[in-house]
C-alpha cells in the first residue's frame, strides 16, 4: 500500500521562476492538504483540496495556487519565486472526513537562490 | 486563532531514560485532537501519538505516553526507555473538529538528543 510521495525531492530555483510540485494521495484518500516548513519552524498550512476545489487556505499569497485531478493527486504552483519561499513542502492525505489522521509524504526541498 | 507553543527547543536524555517534552496552545474550542509528530532526518512527519480532547484518559503507545490538561491547555510527551532511534525533531499539533476544516496548527519543535 503506497503512502503519500511527492516529486521531486529537491528542487533549485532562481528568483522570479515558477515552480510546480506534485503530490500523489496514499491509496484511499481523497483529500489533499499542502504545508510550507521553512528551516527550524512548524509546517505552516498553505490549503487544503477536495473534490477537486480548494476548500480552505491558510495565510499565504495568491502566487501560491494548487490544483486537484480527478484521481486525487494534486499540484502545488507557486509564481514569481522569492528567497523566502526556500522551504520544505510537505503534502499530506485523509480520508474527507474530519476524524481521519492525515498521512504525510517525505516532502519537497526548495532551494531559491 | 490556534496557536501551540512548544518552550523547549532542545532536548537531551540518556539512553534508557525518561524525557518529558512540553507543549502549550491556545483555542477557544471545546473540542479538537491534538497530536505529537516525530520528524527525523528522513523529513517525513511520522505520527507518534494522538489525544482528543473530549477522552479524559491519556493516550498511550508502547513507550510514549502523554500528560492532557485540558484546563490549563497543556500536552506534554513523555518517552520512556528511550532509545537512540527516538532522536528527531518533536512537533507539537493541534486540529480542529469543526467543520471549518481539518488542518493543523504545528508548534515550533524541539530537537531530542539521546546520548548513548
Redesign the interface.
Known amino acids: 500500500d503506497a503512502g503519500v510521495t511527492q516529486s521531486p525531492t529537491h528542487l533549485i530555483k532562481t528568483r522570479g521562476q515558477q515552480v510546480t510540485l506534485r503530490c500523489s494521495p496514499k491509496s484511499g484518500h481523497d483529500?489533499v492538504?499542502w504545508?510550507q516548513q521553512a528551516l527550524?519552524?512548524?509546517?505552516?498550512?498553505i490549503f487544503?483540496y477536495y473534490e477537486e476545489e480548494e476548500?480552505?487556505r491558510?495565510n499565504f499569497p495568491d502566487r501560491f495556487s494548487g490544483h486537484q485531478f480527478p484521481n486525487y493527486s494534486s499540484e502545488l504552483n507557486v509564481n514569481a519565486l522569492l528567497l523566502g519561499d526556500s522551504a520544505?513542502y510537505?503534502c499530506?492525505s485523509?480520508l474527507g472526513a474530519?476524524?481521519q489522521?492525515?498521512h504525510?509524504?517525505?516532502?519537497t526541498?526548495l532551494s531559491i537562490l | 486563532a490556534q496557536t501551540?507553543t512548544q518552550s523547549q527547543p532542545e532536548m537531551s536524555v540518556q539512553e534508557a531514560e525518561t524525557v518529558t517534552l512540553s507543549c502549550t496552545y491556545d483555542t477557544s474550542e471545546s473540542d479538537y485532537y491534538l497530536f505529537w509528530?516525530k520528524q527525523p532526518p528522513?523529513?517525513?512527519?511520522?505520527?507518534v501519538i494522538?489525544q482528543e480532547a473530549y477522552k479524559q484518559q491519556n493516550a498511550t503507545e508502547n513507550r510514549f505516553s502523554v500528560n492532557f490538561q485540558k484546563a490549563a491547555k497543556s500536552f506534554s510527551l513523555k518517552i520512556s526507555d528511550s532509545q537512540l532511534g527516538d532522536a528527531a525533531m518533536y512537533?507539537c499539533?493541534y486540529r480542529t473538529?469543526s467543520?471549518?476544516?481539518?488542518?493543523?496548527?504545528?508548534?515550533?519543535?524541539t530537537s531530542l538528543t539521546v546520548i548513548p
Open positions: 483529500t492538504s504545508y527550524g519552524q512548524g509546517p505552516q498550512f487544503q476548500r480552505q491558510g520544505l510537505l499530506a485523509s474530519m476524524r489522521p492525515q504525510f509524504g517525505d516532502g526541498r | 501551540v509528530y528522513s523529513r517525513q512527519m511520522i505520527l494522538r512537533f499539533a473538529m467543520n471549518t476544516g481539518n488542518q493543523f496548527y504545528f508548534g515550533t519543535g
